[in-house]
């Protein structure tokens, strides 16, 4: 996800829950990344990039029309990260033909 070099002020004046939550996010140069429990850090998506991967893990090259669960779970693997991924795995499961 690209954000705005001069988007943000700081963190001043956000709710408590919104700059707990950010906490869990680092900019390194452009990019976006969520930061695990162990560390690890996962590239975040933008909506865009994450149907495309969606559909991709789902149905792509490799795709053998997993579960949400399942899909949620090799996108991590694979290092992506999005606030509404499992949700939208469901979505993308739902809403397949095939399936
Ligand atoms: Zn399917």
């Known amino acids: 996800m690209k954000l705005q070099?001069?988007?943000g002020r700081g963190d001043m004046g956000a709710p408590k829950r919104i700059r707990y939550k950010a906490m869990r996010y680092v900019l390194i140069g452009d990019d976006m990344f969520y930061r695990m429990?162990?560390?690890l850090?996962?590239?975040c998506?933008?909506?865009v990039e994450s149907n495309?991967?969606?559909?991709?893990?789902?149905?792509?090259?490799?795709?053998?029309?997993?579960?949400a669960h399942k899909m949620k779970?090799?996108?991590?693997?694979?290092g992506y990260y999005w606030p509404t991924m499992l949700e939208d795995c469901f979505k993308y499961y739902k809403g397949c033909?095939?399936?």
């Open 5 to 7: 070099k001069d988007a």
């Open 97 to 99: 033909q095939a399936c």
């Open 45 to 47: 998506l933008g909506p």
């Open 73 to 78: 779970w090799l996108i991590r693997r694979s």
């Open 52 to 67: 495309r991967l969606l559909h991709e893990v789902h149905e792509g090259t490799c795709g053998t029309h997993q579960s």
């Open 41 to 43: 850090l996962l590239n």
């Open 37 to 39: 429990l162990e560390g």
